[in-house]
């Protein structure tokens, strides 16, 4: 079993800037993949970033430039630096991971991103 706990999120003006963090316990040698997915009201939740082991991160190719994904050292925390938000980024930020043994997924409870003037 891996728990999940999010912070970082809250209100922010256009243009600011959070950064999100989730610390992932309990059976973290067999993660393999740490990364943040988010759904706004009324539509489908979609990934925002992913780090996989080995470094290799990914970022949603219309969020390039503004958000970015890191992970400590340790592979137990996960990080989403956001700039320059814009009120369309408003939505629910969810972190999850996967393990490798067993194979599966594990989600954060969500952290609430609003940006509103």
């Known amino acids: ?3 999940l706990v999010e912070s970082g999120g809250g209100l922010v003006q256009p243009g600011g800037s959070l950064r999100l963090s ?10 393999n993949a740490m990364g943040w997915y988010r759904q706004a009201p009324g539509k489908q939740r ?5 780090s996989q082991s080995g470094g290799i991160t990914r970022t949603a190719e219309s969020l390039q ?4 994904i890191s992970r400590d050292n ?18 629910l930020y969810y972190c999850f991971v996967t393990t490798s043994l067993p194979p599966r997924a594990y989600w ?5 991103v609003t ?3």
Request: aromatic letters at 4%; a neutral charge; one cysteine or more.
């Open 65 to 68: 430039g503004r958000f970015a």
């Open 74 to 91: 340790a592979k137990t925390t996960v990080y989403l630096q956001m700039n320059s938000l814009k009120p369309e980024d408003t939505a």
């Open 46 to 50: 979609e990934q925002v970033a992913i």
């Open 115 to 117: 940006v509103s003037s």
């Open 108 to 112: 954060g409870q969500g952290t609430q």
């Open 22 to 31: 989730c610390l992932a316990s309990g059976s973290i040698s067999s993660i």
């Open 1 to 3: 079993q891996v728990q």
